[in-house]
């Protein structure tokens, strides 16, 4: 499968709409229970571009959206700042063929430049797939909580997964190179 990958716009949104309303609704990896509308969804996106993170998209050549992946903040409490959480969801037709492991692999690329020292993945209901896409790129496991959500009738656990970014702790980071609107408590 080809594809192409670049920043998403808001034309996007409804395509990233329907792709989120299929996981919440038939998977484990948000744990939301109920699909946000485009309007929601459009309120997210900017507020993520607002503050300097990437958020972009996967099509094939036709133009049709095959899946999303943006970072934003893991926590909001400012030492938490050098550190980012990714969120990468697929059309299900377009899964297993390479295309989410493409989109985090730019994720880490953008990231990385932007200054960060780490990037967290925290994977709802534990997804094998999700676990490899993560694994694939060098992504080491740090935990499992253990029934941290209930959803489609069963409790589900959650892994974190983490990456180190550019020097990541060998160093301490330079706040004069923190681009400063990413973070605005
Ligand atoms: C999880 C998800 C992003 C993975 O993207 P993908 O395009 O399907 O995965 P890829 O085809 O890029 O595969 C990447 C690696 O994971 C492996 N993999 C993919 N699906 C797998 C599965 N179901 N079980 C085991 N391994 C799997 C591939 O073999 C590949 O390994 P390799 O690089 O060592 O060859 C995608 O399946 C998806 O959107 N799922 C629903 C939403 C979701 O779970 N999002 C993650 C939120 S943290």
Same mark, same amino acid.
């Given at each position: 499968m080809t594809f192409r990958l670049r920043d998403a716009t808001p034309a996007d949104l409804a395509a990233i709409t329907e792709i989120y309303r299929d996981s919440v609704l038939n998977g484990t990896a948000s744990y939301e229970i109920a699909p946000p509308d485009q309007t929601e969804m459009a309120g997210r996106f900017q507020a993520i571009r607002d503050k300097g993170y990437p958020y972009i998209t996967a099509e094939d050549d036709d133009g049709t959206l095959l899946g999303y992946a943006y970072a934003s903040a893991f /926590?909001? /409490?400012?030492?938490?700042?050098w550190l980012v959480e990714d969120s990468i969801y697929l059309a299900p037709e377009a899964r297993g063929k390479g295309v989410g492991k493409a989109l985090l692999k730019e994720l880490l690329i953008r990231c990385e430049a932007l200054g960060f020292r780490q990037m967290a993945a925290v994977i709802g209901g534990a997804s094998p797939a999700s676990v490899a896409v993560h694994k694939s790129l060098g992504f080491e496991m740090t935990g499992t909580m253990k029934g941290t959500g209930f959803k489609h009738g069963k409790w589900l656990d959650t892994v974190f997964m983490q990456i180190a970014l550019g020097d990541g702790t060998n160093t301490a980071p330079d706040p004069a190179t923190y681009p400063g609107s990413l973070f605005s408590e």
């Open positions: /926590r909001t /409490r400012p030492a938490y700042r």
